[in-house]
């Protein structure tokens, strides 16, 4: 890999942090994570990431409120991938296609699964 | 005898009147003469008989034809009795009035008295209303006020679904994770036991996976919180997309699944993704309870009505007792207890509910040591009474269909 493509992850949880990063760097990738929206604004300033994993269920900004911040304070966002524990609504493919969000994945997911995501919004953005 | 008298007063007014006629004309005819003369003159031709015959006839005409005259009499007559009436009537008309009057002050005075006796009805009557539309007002601000705590229960359920599952599954994510990478060798290499170890730490992982999605899933149908997302669909390529997702676990089990006979199936309404999960269910089932080498079948077959679609092993069977059970939560027939059989337990409770959802209906028969079918009706016909509103009849109909169990075989 000539260029080394970068990842934001938001996420709360310290121990899905750690396994994502590990995952992913194994495959290339830089990792930066963060665990919560806050985090995840002020990040987007200093970094120009290729694609965002965000986590739906953040405390203080939900993951949602993440990517329409983004949008407005950021301008042009990188590929999304959102991660979540819930399962896909209604309501949750709204807001896919609202904001322009690439892929979904749902917790607990397997190596494959997340690298299978990973890559393709990563070769679509 | 007043009428014959009055008539006999009328004769000699009459021959009064005839003669002086008579000689009236006597003298006109006559120019001059005697007054003999005249009355020979006028009398000669007819003779005494025949001008009292003539007189009696005249007068008698004159009576009914009621000429003035006679007449003139009969209202002289009337004015006479006019003329006394007023005294007596008068005292009669007077009566009457007092008496009328009389009565009607008592009718006003009964209807008063019925008046006040309203007006104090009417006064409790308001009183009364008053009193129920606070009763109402009241019971309206409860029904509010229960509408606003069930609204919050159901927001609170509807959080404590949503916080359950991501509190449930967010542990999961990195031991599914770490367990894979190591897995793979990922983390370094692994002993034969570590790998073996490892392959457990998943397996169980993905069980209890599976059982927080159906435990959720049956949370949600239970709560009438399952949102369908109802579109228009080929049955044809969802019952070829599940077959070929099936197919390495049927390989896995050396089972051959196939689809038989399956027609060209209309498009129907349907939420894609549960039909889906029904007949993954019930090939999943199929092939976990199957022995090794045997056939999984599925099959679909049109009625005017419905579309059937069935899946046909050639396992142990299920003994006539489980049959009812069987699509109760948590329910495995005593036979799969010997198995090491994966699986929440909710899967057909899980099938009953999506397919009753969408109107139809969900029933296996079976053999014991010749197999099982398991079979789905869905309605061709969509109609929006089967959704949502729809619910309590639903409700109710798989409540039968619970205690029914396997009604049609």
Not at chain 2, 45 to 59: D, H, N, Q, R, S
Request: glycine content about 8%.
């Amino acid at each position: 890999m000539n260029v080394k493509k970068m990842i934001l992850h938001v996420e709360d949880s310290a121990d899905t942090r750690e396994i994502v990063k590990l995952i992913l760097e194994k495959e290339g990738y830089i990792v930066y994570s963060v665990e919560d929206g806050e985090s995840g604004l002020r990040a987007l300033k200093k970094l120009k990431p290729n694609l965002m994993l965000v986590d739906i269920m953040l405390p203080g900004m939900t993951g949602w409120e993440f990517v329409k911040a983004a949008r407005e304070k950021v301008g042009k966002t990188p590929a999304i991938i959102m991660l979540s524990a819930l399962e896909i609504t209604v309501e949750h493919r709204k807001s896919l296609q609202k904001y322009g969000v690439t892929g979904y994945v749902t917790k607990p997911f397997t190596v494959e699964t997340l690298l299978r995501a990973v890559h393709s919004a990563i070769k679509s953005g | 005898m007043k009428q014959f008298m009055r008539s006999l007063a009328g004769v000699g007014v009459f021959t009064l009147l005839f003669f002086g006629v008579a000689i009236v004309i006597g003298i006109v005819l006559g120019g001059s003469g005697t007054l003999g003369t005249l009355l020979q003159l006028a009398l000669q031709p007819i003779g005494m008989l025949g001008i009292t015959i003539i007189v009696v006839l005249a007068l008698s005409l004159a009576y009914y034809m009621e000429m003035p005259w006679v007449k003139l009499e009969g209202i002289a007559k009337k004015y006479e009795a006019l003329s006394i009436k007023p005294q007596e009537e008068g005292e009669e008309y007077f009566a009457c009035i007092f008496e009328e009057g009389a009565g009607r002050l008592a009718n006003a005075e009964a209807r008063l008295a019925r008046m006040s006796e309203g007006d104090r009805n009417i006064d409790q009557k308001s009183l009364y209303l008053a009193e129920t539309e606070q009763a109402l007002l009241n019971i309206l601000e409860d029904v509010e006020e229960a509408n606003t705590k069930l609204k919050e229960l159901d927001h609170l359920k509807t959080d404590f679904l949503n916080v359950t599952s991501h509190e449930l599954r967010t542990p999961l994510t990195p031991l599914v994770a770490y367990a894979d990478m190591m897995e793979q060798g990922k983390l370094g290499p692994l002993t034969e036991e570590q790998k073996q170890a490892l392959s457990v730490i998943k397996r169980n992982a993905n069980r209890l996976r599976l059982l927080i999605t159906d435990i959720l899933d049956i949370a949600k149908l239970e709560g009438r919180r399952m949102k369908y997302q109802m579109q228009l669909a080929s049955l044809n390529r969802l019952v070829s997309t599940v077959i070929s997702e099936q197919q390495s676990t049927a390989r896995n089990r050396n089972i051959v699944l196939k689809a038989e006979g399956i027609p060209q199936l209309p498009k129907m309404k349907i939420d894609t993704t549960r039909i889906m999960q029904v007949l993954n269910n019930l090939i999943g089932n199929a092939i976990k309870f199957s022995p090794d080498g045997t056939d999984v079948i599925v099959r679909a077959r049109l009625t005017p009505k419905e579309v059937i679609i069935s899946v046909t092993d050639h396992g142990i069977g299920i003994p006539a007792d489980d049959i009812p059970k069987l699509f109760n939560m948590f329910y495995q027939s005593r036979r799969t207890m010997t198995r090491n059989a994966e699986g929440s337990g909710l899967g057909l409770a899980i099938s009953r509910w999506i397919v009753t959802d969408h109107g139809g209906s969900i029933w296996v028969s079976s053999k014991e040591g010749a197999g099982s079918t398991f079979a789905f009706a869905l309605p061709r016909k969509y109609s929006p009474s089967t959704q949502g509103a729809g619910a309590a009849v639903l409700e109710s109909q798989s409540l039968d269909e619970m205690k029914g169990g396997g009604k049609k075989q």
